[in-house]
Protein backbone atom coordinates (compact mmCIF):
# COMPACT_ATOMS: atom_id res chain seq x y z
CA UNK A 1 0.00 0.00 0.00
CA UNK A 2 1.32 3.60 -0.73
CA UNK A 3 1.87 6.26 2.24
CA UNK A 4 -1.35 8.07 1.19
CA UNK A 5 -3.66 5.12 1.86
CA UNK A 6 -2.39 4.49 4.95
CA UNK A 7 -2.93 7.90 6.03
CA UNK A 8 -5.94 8.45 8.41
CA UNK A 9 -8.88 10.41 6.93
CA UNK A 10 -8.70 14.05 6.72
CA UNK A 11 -12.31 14.16 8.25
CA UNK A 12 -14.12 11.18 9.55
CA UNK A 13 -17.94 11.62 10.35
CA UNK A 14 -20.01 8.53 12.03
CA UNK A 15 -23.70 9.28 12.83
CA UNK A 16 -23.31 13.05 13.14
CA UNK A 17 -26.59 14.88 14.45
CA UNK A 18 -27.20 18.18 15.82
CA UNK A 19 -30.63 19.41 16.91
CA UNK A 20 -31.65 23.10 17.42
CA UNK A 21 -34.48 22.39 20.01
CA UNK A 22 -37.05 20.33 17.98
CA UNK A 23 -34.85 21.05 14.43
CA UNK A 24 -32.87 18.27 13.53
CA UNK A 25 -30.09 20.36 11.25
CA UNK A 26 -28.06 16.94 10.70
CA UNK A 27 -29.37 13.58 10.50
CA UNK A 28 -26.87 11.12 11.60
CA UNK A 29 -24.73 12.48 9.05
CA UNK A 30 -21.43 9.89 7.79
CA UNK A 31 -18.07 10.35 5.60
CA UNK A 32 -15.27 10.79 4.80
CA UNK A 33 -12.66 12.97 3.42
CA UNK A 34 -9.71 11.54 2.63
CA UNK A 35 -6.17 13.57 3.44
CA UNK A 36 -5.28 15.80 0.15
CA UNK A 37 -8.86 16.02 -1.94
CA UNK A 38 -10.56 18.48 -2.20
CA UNK A 39 -14.50 17.80 -0.71
CA UNK A 40 -17.51 20.16 -1.51
CA UNK A 41 -20.67 19.67 0.28
CA UNK A 42 -23.24 20.53 -1.85
CA UNK A 43 -26.85 22.15 -0.42
CA UNK A 44 -29.69 24.92 -0.26
CA UNK A 45 -29.70 27.31 2.79
CA UNK A 46 -31.15 25.22 5.49
CA UNK A 47 -29.46 21.63 4.49
CA UNK A 48 -27.36 21.67 7.39
CA UNK A 49 -23.96 22.73 5.54
CA UNK A 50 -22.98 25.59 8.10
CA UNK A 51 -23.93 23.15 10.98
CA UNK A 52 -21.68 20.62 9.74
CA UNK A 53 -18.82 23.51 9.46
CA UNK A 54 -19.64 24.98 12.61
CA UNK A 55 -19.17 21.12 14.35
CA UNK A 56 -15.68 20.47 12.10
CA UNK A 57 -14.49 23.99 13.73
CA UNK A 58 -15.25 22.88 16.87
CA UNK A 59 -17.92 26.13 17.64
CA UNK A 60 -20.85 23.48 17.99
CA UNK A 61 -20.68 20.23 19.90
CA UNK A 62 -23.20 17.55 18.29
CA UNK A 63 -26.01 15.79 19.84
CA UNK A 64 -24.57 12.90 18.95
CA UNK A 65 -22.42 10.78 16.58
CA UNK A 66 -18.55 11.27 16.09
CA UNK A 67 -16.24 14.02 14.07
CA UNK A 68 -12.74 13.66 14.28
CA UNK A 69 -10.56 16.33 12.06
CA UNK A 70 -6.80 15.31 11.52
CA UNK A 71 -7.64 12.09 14.00
CA UNK A 72 -8.99 14.23 16.59
CA UNK A 73 -12.51 15.60 18.73
CA UNK A 74 -12.70 19.30 17.53
CA UNK A 75 -14.27 20.51 20.43
CA UNK A 76 -12.61 18.91 22.62
CA UNK A 77 -8.98 20.09 21.30
CA UNK A 78 -10.76 23.15 19.31
CA UNK A 79 -7.27 25.46 20.02
CA UNK A 80 -4.78 22.84 18.93
CA UNK A 81 -6.69 21.86 15.81
CA UNK A 82 -7.21 24.99 14.85
CA UNK A 83 -3.50 25.78 14.37
CA UNK A 84 -3.30 23.24 11.44
CA UNK A 85 -6.59 24.48 9.74
CA UNK A 86 -7.29 27.49 7.59
CA UNK A 87 -10.86 28.91 7.05
CA UNK A 88 -12.45 31.16 5.07
CA UNK A 89 -15.75 32.05 6.01
CA UNK A 90 -18.98 33.45 3.56
CA UNK A 91 -18.77 37.18 5.08
CA UNK A 92 -14.55 37.62 5.60
CA UNK A 93 -14.04 38.67 9.18
CA UNK A 94 -10.87 40.80 10.50
CA UNK A 95 -10.67 44.33 12.35
CA UNK A 96 -11.77 46.85 9.74
CA UNK A 97 -9.20 49.48 10.58
CA UNK A 98 -6.40 47.05 10.00
CA UNK A 99 -4.57 47.03 6.31
CA UNK A 100 -3.63 43.86 4.54
CA UNK A 101 -0.13 44.06 5.16
CA UNK A 102 -1.04 44.71 9.35
CA UNK A 103 -3.02 41.56 9.36
CA UNK A 104 -0.08 39.60 7.84
CA UNK A 105 2.11 41.26 10.35
CA UNK A 106 -0.72 40.14 13.14
CA UNK A 107 -1.05 36.69 12.15
CA UNK A 108 2.49 35.72 11.76
CA UNK A 109 2.93 35.95 15.29
CA UNK A 110 0.47 33.09 16.03
CA UNK A 111 1.83 30.31 12.95
CA UNK A 112 5.14 29.10 13.60
CA UNK A 113 4.20 28.31 10.11
CA UNK A 114 3.73 31.31 8.65
CA UNK A 115 5.05 31.77 4.99
CA UNK A 116 5.46 35.88 4.40
CA UNK A 117 6.96 35.89 0.83
CA UNK A 118 3.79 33.74 -0.09
CA UNK A 119 1.09 36.30 1.40
CA UNK A 120 3.10 39.03 -0.35
CA UNK A 121 2.80 37.13 -3.24
CA UNK A 122 -0.99 36.39 -3.07
CA UNK A 123 -1.76 39.83 -2.19
CA UNK A 124 0.23 41.19 -5.50
CA UNK A 125 -1.31 38.89 -7.87
CA UNK A 126 -4.53 39.41 -6.50
CA UNK A 127 -4.49 43.19 -6.74
CA UNK A 128 -4.99 43.19 -3.28
CA UNK A 129 -4.37 46.81 -1.56
CA UNK A 130 -1.91 46.14 1.21
CA UNK A 131 -1.86 49.69 3.05
CA UNK A 132 -6.10 49.86 2.57
CA UNK A 133 -7.78 49.56 5.55
CA UNK A 134 -9.76 46.07 5.48
CA UNK A 135 -13.26 47.80 6.09
CA UNK A 136 -12.75 49.57 2.75
CA UNK A 137 -11.59 47.02 0.70
CA UNK A 138 -14.23 45.63 -1.94
CA UNK A 139 -16.06 42.39 -0.79
CA UNK A 140 -14.04 40.50 -3.56
CA UNK A 141 -10.67 42.16 -2.00
CA UNK A 142 -11.50 41.07 1.56
CA UNK A 143 -12.32 37.36 0.50
CA UNK A 144 -8.82 37.43 -1.47
CA UNK A 145 -6.86 38.72 1.50
CA UNK A 146 -8.66 35.98 3.85
CA UNK A 147 -7.39 33.27 1.15
CA UNK A 148 -4.29 34.77 1.63
CA UNK A 149 -3.73 34.42 5.42
CA UNK A 150 -5.28 31.24 5.51
CA UNK A 151 -2.94 30.19 3.10
CA UNK A 152 0.12 31.59 4.92
CA UNK A 153 -0.34 29.65 7.83
CA UNK A 154 0.25 26.34 5.72
CA UNK A 155 -3.03 24.73 6.52
CA UNK A 156 -3.33 20.76 6.65
CA UNK A 157 -7.19 21.11 5.71
CA UNK A 158 -8.55 24.46 4.24
CA UNK A 159 -12.36 25.15 5.28
CA UNK A 160 -13.94 27.17 3.00
CA UNK A 161 -17.43 28.26 4.15
CA UNK A 162 -19.43 29.34 0.51
CA UNK A 163 -16.42 31.84 -0.12
CA UNK A 164 -17.36 32.80 -3.51
CA UNK A 165 -20.64 34.30 -2.77
CA UNK A 166 -21.18 37.79 -4.23
CA UNK A 167 -17.55 37.84 -5.69
CA UNK A 168 -17.42 39.19 -9.20
CA UNK A 169 -16.76 35.99 -11.57
CA UNK A 170 -12.83 37.87 -11.87
CA UNK A 171 -12.87 37.39 -8.53
CA UNK A 172 -14.26 34.38 -8.76
CA UNK A 173 -11.77 32.94 -10.98
CA UNK A 174 -8.60 34.22 -9.06
CA UNK A 175 -10.39 32.11 -5.90
CA UNK A 176 -10.45 28.91 -7.38
CA UNK A 177 -7.16 29.14 -9.29
CA UNK A 178 -5.25 29.83 -5.65
CA UNK A 179 -6.85 26.85 -4.68
CA UNK A 180 -5.61 25.16 -7.61
CA UNK A 181 -2.35 26.26 -7.36
CA UNK A 182 -2.08 25.43 -3.29
CA UNK A 183 -3.31 21.87 -3.80
CA UNK A 184 -0.06 21.40 -6.37
CA UNK A 185 2.09 22.79 -4.65
CA UNK A 186 1.50 21.23 -1.33
CA UNK A 187 -1.79 18.69 -1.42
CA UNK A 188 -3.86 20.73 1.53
CA UNK A 189 -7.08 19.24 2.07
CA UNK A 190 -9.67 21.49 0.96
CA UNK A 191 -13.34 21.05 2.58
CA UNK A 192 -15.88 23.46 0.34
CA UNK A 193 -19.38 24.57 0.63
CA UNK A 194 -20.52 26.27 -1.63
CA UNK A 195 -23.76 27.74 -4.18
CA UNK A 196 -20.97 28.38 -7.23
CA UNK A 197 -21.39 24.52 -8.48
CA UNK A 198 -19.92 25.69 -12.05
CA UNK A 199 -16.64 26.93 -10.33
CA UNK A 200 -16.24 23.89 -7.67
CA UNK A 201 -17.04 21.58 -10.87
CA UNK A 202 -13.37 21.93 -11.95
CA UNK A 203 -11.51 21.86 -8.87
CA UNK A 204 -13.45 18.99 -6.28
CA UNK A 205 -12.70 15.22 -6.63
CA UNK A 206 -15.06 14.13 -4.03
CA UNK A 207 -18.79 16.27 -3.73
CA UNK A 208 -21.50 15.33 -0.78
CA UNK A 209 -25.24 16.43 -1.44
CA UNK A 210 -27.38 17.15 1.98
CA UNK A 211 -31.01 17.96 2.15
CA UNK A 212 -32.81 18.43 4.50
CA UNK A 213 -30.02 17.42 7.02
CA UNK A 214 -29.40 13.90 5.33
CA UNK A 215 -26.48 13.05 3.05
CA UNK A 216 -28.38 12.10 -0.29
CA UNK A 217 -24.54 10.73 -1.32
CA UNK A 218 -21.06 10.83 -1.19
CA UNK A 219 -18.89 9.90 -3.79
CA UNK A 220 -15.67 10.29 -6.31
CA UNK A 221 -16.97 13.43 -8.84
CA UNK A 222 -16.09 11.36 -11.72
CA UNK A 223 -17.93 8.32 -10.63
CA UNK A 224 -21.03 10.62 -9.78
CA UNK A 225 -21.06 11.97 -12.95
CA UNK A 226 -20.21 9.13 -14.57
CA UNK A 227 -23.60 7.15 -13.77
CA UNK A 228 -25.88 10.02 -14.62
CA UNK A 229 -26.76 10.95 -17.37
CA UNK A 230 -30.11 12.32 -19.44
CA UNK A 231 -31.82 10.28 -21.45
CA UNK A 232 -33.77 11.27 -24.50
CA UNK A 233 -35.94 8.60 -26.84
CA UNK A 234 -39.28 8.73 -28.50
CA UNK A 235 -41.87 5.31 -27.80
CA UNK A 236 -44.77 3.97 -29.46
CA UNK A 237 -46.62 4.19 -26.55
CA UNK A 238 -49.38 7.34 -26.48
CA UNK A 239 -47.36 10.53 -25.85
CA UNK A 240 -50.04 11.52 -22.71
CA UNK A 241 -48.72 8.63 -20.65
CA UNK A 242 -47.51 9.16 -16.69
CA UNK A 243 -46.59 5.83 -16.36
CA UNK A 244 -43.36 4.63 -17.93
CA UNK A 245 -43.49 0.69 -17.27
CA UNK A 246 -40.22 -1.26 -16.85
CA UNK A 247 -38.40 0.50 -19.57
CA UNK A 248 -36.57 2.96 -17.74
CA UNK A 249 -36.11 0.50 -14.50
CA UNK A 250 -32.41 -0.63 -14.70
CA UNK A 251 -30.84 2.61 -15.46
CA UNK A 252 -32.99 3.72 -12.39
CA UNK A 253 -34.70 7.21 -13.30
CA UNK A 254 -34.73 10.07 -11.32
CA UNK A 255 -37.50 12.20 -13.22
CA UNK A 256 -38.92 11.34 -16.51
CA UNK A 257 -40.84 13.64 -18.33
CA UNK A 258 -42.85 13.58 -21.61
CA UNK A 259 -42.08 16.26 -24.46
CA UNK A 260 -42.99 16.91 -27.45
CA UNK A 261 -41.44 15.19 -29.68
CA UNK A 262 -40.75 12.21 -26.74
CA UNK A 263 -39.64 11.26 -23.31
CA UNK A 264 -36.75 13.67 -21.29
CA UNK A 265 -35.38 10.99 -18.43
CA UNK A 266 -32.45 11.62 -15.60
CA UNK A 267 -31.34 8.59 -15.07
CA UNK A 268 -28.58 7.85 -11.65
CA UNK A 269 -27.52 3.89 -12.63
CA UNK A 270 -25.79 4.62 -16.06
CA UNK A 271 -23.44 2.33 -18.17
CA UNK A 272 -22.92 1.58 -21.81
CA UNK A 273 -24.24 -1.75 -21.24
CA UNK A 274 -27.05 -1.00 -19.67
CA UNK A 275 -28.12 2.22 -22.18
CA UNK A 276 -27.43 -0.37 -25.12
CA UNK A 277 -29.81 -3.38 -23.57
CA UNK A 278 -32.21 0.21 -23.38
CA UNK A 279 -32.10 1.12 -26.55
CA UNK A 280 -32.40 -2.26 -28.16
CA UNK A 281 -35.48 -2.56 -26.50
CA UNK A 282 -39.01 -2.80 -28.65
CA UNK A 283 -40.92 0.30 -29.36
CA UNK A 284 -37.80 2.51 -28.22
CA UNK A 285 -35.84 4.59 -30.59
CA UNK A 286 -33.72 7.38 -31.52
CA UNK A 287 -32.11 7.10 -28.06
CA UNK A 288 -29.45 9.27 -26.62
CA UNK A 289 -27.68 9.99 -23.09
CA UNK A 290 -25.43 13.01 -22.49
CA UNK A 291 -23.95 13.82 -19.61
CA UNK A 292 -25.03 16.30 -16.68
CA UNK A 293 -22.93 19.40 -14.94
CA UNK A 294 -22.59 18.88 -11.66
CA UNK A 295 -25.74 21.94 -10.94
CA UNK A 296 -28.13 19.59 -13.16
CA UNK A 297 -26.90 16.18 -11.67
CA UNK A 298 -27.62 18.29 -8.10
CA UNK A 299 -30.68 19.60 -9.17
CA UNK A 300 -31.24 15.80 -10.03
CA UNK A 301 -30.72 14.46 -6.84
CA UNK A 302 -32.56 16.93 -5.14
CA UNK A 303 -35.54 17.23 -6.99
CA UNK A 304 -35.15 20.96 -7.15
CA UNK A 305 -35.34 20.17 -11.21
CA UNK A 306 -38.24 20.51 -13.97
CA UNK A 307 -40.74 17.16 -14.64
CA UNK A 308 -42.57 14.71 -12.57
CA UNK A 309 -40.55 12.61 -10.26
CA UNK A 310 -41.08 8.49 -10.59
Known sequence: ?????????????EGLTVRYGRTTALDAVSLEV????????????????????????????????????LGGDPWAHRAKL???????????DAPREMTPRQL???????????????????????????????GRLSKGQRGLTQLSLSLAASPEILVLDDPTLGLDPVARH???????AELADRGTTVVLTTHDLAGVERIADRVGILKDGRLLLHEETETLKAR????????EVAE???????????????RAKVRGWGIEAVVSAYTDERFERFAATAGIADAEATPLSLEELFLAVTGEGKGAVR
Open 1 to 13: MTDSANRLPAVRL
Open 34 to 69: PSGSVFALLGRNGSGKSSLVRCLLGQQKPESGRLEL
Open 82 to 92: MERVGVVPEEP
Open 104 to 134: GAFCARLYPSWDPKGYDARLARFGVPTATPF
Open 174 to 180: AFFDEIV
Open 228 to 235: FRTVRYRS
Open 240 to 254: DRTDFGNELDELEPL
